[in-house]
């Protein structure tokens, strides 16, 4: 059988059960997409974990992993600018990071054309927050193609990339978590390989490039236009689908995505409710010509959207200068504009407003025997666990810590508790900074992981260095993007250490975490430094060590025993380091979870009796 | 048949992945047009993790409603429980794998593990069948999923699929290097 990423290069048609991540590859290579970047972030990383099944030879495009979103941008719209059909994609809140260059891709020709795949994550399950980004879509005047299901992704990701090619404009594709992580059978198309060639056909007659004053302006006007021949290729496309119910109320629901599916679950728990169902495929901008004989051949329509009430507020704002009569359900508290909507979400929202149309009631939880929780944890042998419990001991209890984003986050859990607040990527710096001002004795501690610091931690030290903040920087180096899944990292080939140096810090100080005691004089040091002082704490992310070390031949996996003959029961390895791989046993005594152990022996240093041995 | 509802889960790291892989391409080569999705992201740092899979006239979602499932696999104990609790329905199965991984509020915050016992009283209580994996017996831990699907199939617990389609399944999605191995131990459990 052929590979998966030979098959994704394949010119003749094929079927394949592929998550939505999976078949926007696919489509990349069938619209000849010549310059993909990216920096990742879930529920988006797997787009590049497929690119990379496709061997770089072979690859029909050039795909890099950028510093950062913002820059991930500039790059595929430089490459738009030469004539290249390009991507980037992201997760949600790397929209934040990109907003700055984002925002103008409506006011700029791009010859190319340029795709938009943004991640958001409605539940926030794996971010910071929910945020809707379709108000920064509608903000910058961009047509937003919303699939629900794999199959809907590779098709619309072909539909975004026709209509940027046509427009010589940025199309977006906004996907949601469980579309891109969802699995599904995608037909795939015959296709004709291209020539592979990149175009250098940059020309300032296709502009205007500099949007300053007047020509900002002009810009803007051009936007609108290109935003109504949207509308009418989203028409003449079928992107918004009609779905006769046939129920003898005059009902309607306008929905678009993944809401649909959740939808059609819904109503398919009993016979007899089927509203007519209009189906959004694009939710910007929308198509007024569909919806109104919508609204008007329906005595009550509810807008059934996910998180925001943006097409609500569109929909009522139009059904009012329309003269529209049609009663417009949609939000009612604040629940509804909170967490994904599954279809026990939409479940619950219909039941809450036709009571009576369903024979099935939502269900509760039944409450059984209470599970304990499982929060995600550190692994076993990471290094971010040995630095908490060496910087822990450096620390006075009233001493703040300030977190960032990565896995040494998970820091923030007991039993270390270390970073008590987090914001954003590379906001620690600047954050610590702040809450040393004025600030005698309280001393702060800023950590901050080695990808972050690249995408958005140089700032905040500069800013540090210049105004000269009194803080200690704690670099949480372990060579990788570990949470996102081990993508690499400028650190490769520009060390940290390095960078500070040029930046002229003063103070740095580096060892490996594993040397706890080390770790925990050079903290002690330099909290006693005015000024900016930095440790870097690194050692290797351990799981993508042990994974490599699993795959070479002759590997045999090791692990630590609890000698009980020694073990005094102090517990300092099982609730003060916590390695998941310590077992508490009903009569208190210590087991390791042979499973879990990877022998790294991180934790013989901490056990007081030495009864952790190999 | 209308909906056809499986819920597999466990802890982040214990790769329920290939699990709910090969039951999918199961399904699919027994004809059946599935949809599933799994947990990827901060949860696979060793918080529980979920794949679902469904089939069946009337399925849209890969997202499965609160106690819809026909049957729940869960590859440790403390999961098994919460999956029980949450995702199955009355009168439904579980299969689960015997191994704990033990929750951090036991062992920093003295919460109790759950055992084999509370286990099989709760489903007991909702009539759901319950098929226990013993740890202990699997040769190798790394095949402990291949015991459970074994053990799935040879109850035939999944409507439609067949010996055959988790054989083929098995091929399609198994390294080379562990096929023969895997397979071999499947066939030992679906045969039991
Ligand atoms: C703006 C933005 N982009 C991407 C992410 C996704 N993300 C979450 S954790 C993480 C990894 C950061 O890597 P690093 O700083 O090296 O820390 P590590 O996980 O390796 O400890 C990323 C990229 C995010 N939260 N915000």
Known sequence: MTQPGERLIQPGAYNEMVMGNTAVVRAMVETQTRVVSSYPGSPTPEIAAAIRTISEEKRPFYFEFSVNEKVASEVAFGAALNGNLSCVFFKSVGLNVAMDTFVQFGLMNIPGGLVVVIGDDPGANSSQNEQD??????????????????REVYGYYKKAAQLARIEQTAAVLRLTTHVCHARQKVSFDAYEPGENIFNADFDKANGPYIPITNLAIDLKRKSFHKLTRAAEFIRQEGLNT?????????????????????????????DGFSPDILKLGVVHPLDFEVIKPFLQSHDTVLILEELDDIIEQQIKAFAQDEGISAKILGKTCDEDFIGEYTPDKVHDILFRIWPDRFVTAPVDVIPGIEVPARPAQMCPGCGHRSAFQAIKKALAKTDITVADIGCHTLGFLPPYEMGEVLMCMGASSGMASGLSLGNKDR????????????????????????????????IMENGTTAMTGHQDHAGGTIPVKEVLKGLGVEHVFSCDTYQQEVLT????????????????????????????????????????????AVCTRVHECVAVFGCPSFVLNDDGSVAVNKDLCIGDGSCRQVCPEQAIQY | MKEFNIY????????????????????????????????HGLAQRGGVVASRIRFGEQVYSPLTMKHRSDLVLAMEIHE????????????????YLDVSWQPLPVRISGEKPMTNDDISKTCHARQVQVFRVESHKIPDPRMQNMAVLGTLAGHGLVRGVEKNHYLSALEAVLPEKIREANINLFESYMSV
């Open chain 1, 521 to 564: 004089r050079q903290v002690t040091e330099a909290m006693n430094i005015d000024g900016l002082s930095v440790v870097i704490a690194s050692h290797p992310c351990m799981l993508k060590f042990t994974r490599a070390q699993s795959k070479k031949p002759g590997y045999t996996r090791r692990h630590v025993n609890i000698d009980a």
């Open chain 2, 80 to 95: 098994a429980l919460r999956g029980v609790n949450t995702a199955v329905k009355d009168s439904g199965a579980l299969v």
């Open chain 2, 8 to 39: 597999i889960t466990g802890v982040g790291g214990q790769g329920i992945g290939l699990l709910s892989q090969a039951l999918l391409q199961a399904i699919d080569h027994a004809g059946l047009d599935a949809v599933a999705v799994d947990t």
């Open chain 1, 443 to 474: 001393r702060v501690v800023a950590f901050l992981g080695d990808s972050t610091f690249f995408h958005a931690g140089i700032p905040g030290i500069i800013n540090t260095l210049f105004n000269r903040h009194n803080i200690t920087l704690i």
């Open chain 1, 133 to 150: 980004n379709r108000h920064i879509f509608k903000m910058a005047r961009l047509t937003v193609f919303e699939p629900a299901s794999p």
């Open chain 1, 242 to 270: 009609l779905d006769q119910g046939g129920s003898e109320e005059n009902i309607g629901i306008i929905v678009p995505g993944m809401p649909y599916l959740s939808l059609k679950d819904v109503l398919a728990l009993d």
